[in-house]
């Protein structure tokens, strides 16, 4: 183990005491960096020499291209050391977005995070919160001050509320020990740094297996919801899927897998929330999860099935068209191998936004109950047939499920690069990750690129 020392130069306040230790360990089977942020106690607040201690250690992280995991447990900012504890964290935070894509960058929350380190959270990969962590900007007194409304430090930034409605948890776990668990659970399917690949998983299970278990989740009625993790579980390697961020938008899922001993990471729609509907979490979701894997060079497999954006006037105040936009920025953006698999419906600006094949992805997959147009057969004969009478609009409808509403006219334009069979569908996988593996595609030469926010 290393210890990083303490950043020269930097004084704390007299009385004031420096809590803050980094040191390489091994966790999970690899080299990370940890550092361990705690105050001296209930109103301690954390010094200039905390602050330093974990810039030092996120830049020391960043230049021997090891992942960093930060164990976060404070008050806020030292009041007795004045603005010099304000700029410490200013400077962590520049540390920690240089760091940003180049290695991977987990925290876990095992007490209170309040104040200006709070942000810290937001600069993470990814965020694991303990059972007794809690973290918000503005406390609940500042709240009740400024609103009129009492609420309690759990419901205004515990661990659930930032599971279920800021979706700045990730995972959760009951201690801090199993949470350094669920981080290194993720780190086994993250390389290193940014120079490398994932190393191979160990892996046994066929890759011809027959996944009869995802061919049957879906159902016989075109509406009638699935879990799609059903899915994604058949496909990958024994089964196991770690999903991030479950609980947010749960109208979309993220996580990682593997295939035939490869990590990847999988975006999908879930019919089980607001029938598969993207929303603006869900875009959010969506986008922060395909940055994460194109970071890190995971190949993204996108299992599709939505009938559209969610309609909504709230929605469209409150910026539906750009949130919907982060995601198509990210697919559009993305330089690693892109696989698409529609398993029913996709239709619309969905479609587009979803990894379409004209967005840039490799390999667009379909199964032969997928339907993909502009939009459905109810909704296209309303707009067409206005005049017609009920009778006339349900032939029509029919009619244009059977002209539209199959894969193989897409197919047909270039839309779709191959129909396969829902059994075959982890042989196919395999294939085309194996086929993708050399992909390489060259940096654009610019500062930076504009994404909407």
């Known amino acids: 183990m290393t210890t990083i020392p303490l950043r020269a130069g930097v004084a704390d306040a007299p009385g004031s005491t420096s809590t803050t230790t980094a040191q390489f360990m091994d966790l999970g089977g690899r080299r990370v960096m940890v550092a361990r942020v705690a105050d001296a106690g209930e109103r301690a607040g954390l010094t200039p020499n905390d602050a330093a201690t974990l810039e030092a250690a996120v830049r020391t992280a960043r230049e021997q291209r090891h992942p960093f995991v930060g164990v976060l447990a404070s008050n806020g900012v030292s009041v007795a050391d004045g603005l010099a504890s304000v700029d410490g964290w200013g400077r962590v935070a520049k540390e920690l977005v240089r760091a940003s894509g180049v290695i991977p960058l987990l925290f876990v929350a095992s007490g209170p995070v309040v104040s200006g380190p709070a942000l810290l959270l937001g600069l993470a990969d990814i965020s694991v919160f303990t059972a007794s962590a809690y973290a918000f900007v503005s406390g609940p007194l500042m709240v009740e001050s400024f609103t009129g409304v009492p609420i309690s430090t759990d419901e205004l930034g515990g661990a659930s509320a930032h599971s279920r409605f800021s979706g700045v948890a990730a995972l959760l776990a009951d201690d801090e ?103 603006i979490p869900a875009s959010q979701k969506g986008a922060r999860f395909v940055a994460l894997c194109d970071a890190f060079n995971l190949p993204l497999l996108t299992m599709v099935d939505t009938s559209g954006f969610l309609p909504g006037k709230d929605l469209e105040w409150r910026g539906m068209i750009r949130h919907g936009a982060q995601l198509a920025f990210a697919y559009a953006r993305a330089t690693v191998p892109r696989i698409g698999l529609i398993l029913r419906k996709s239709y619309g600006g969905a479609y587009i936004v979803m990894d379409s094949r004209f967005m840039g992805n490799d390999l667009m997959l379909a199964w032969p109950s997928a339907e993909v147009a502009v939009m459905g057969a109810k909704g296209a004969v309303e707009i067409l047939h206005r005049g017609a009478s009920v009778d006339e609009r349900a032939q029509l409808e029919l009619e244009y499920e059977q002209r539209f509403l199959t894969p193989y006219p897409t197919a047909e334009r270039g839309s779709i690069s191959a129909v396969v069979e829902p059994n075959d569908t982890r042989r196919e996988l395999a294939a085309a990750l194996d086929l993708l593996a050399t992909k390489r595609e060259p940096l654009r030469h610019r500062r930076h690129d504009n994404s909407p926010l």
């Open 177 to 279: 020990e199993s949470a350094l668990e669920l981080v290194g659970d993720v780190l086994q399917y993250l390389p290193d740094h940014v120079d490398v690949l994932p190393e191979p998983m160990p892996c046994d299970d066929p890759i011809d297996r027959d996944t009869s278990d995802a061919a049957a989740a879906i159902p016989a009625h075109p509406t009638g919801s699935y879990d799609v993790r059903t899915v994604i579980r058949d496909v990958a390697d024994d089964g196991e899927f770690l999903e991030i961020r479950a609980a947010w938008a749960p109208n979309m899922v993220t996580g990682f897998c593997s295939v035939g001993g490869q990590s990847i990471g999988v975006v999908a729609n879930q019919t089980q929330a607001l029938a598969g509907s993207i929303d």
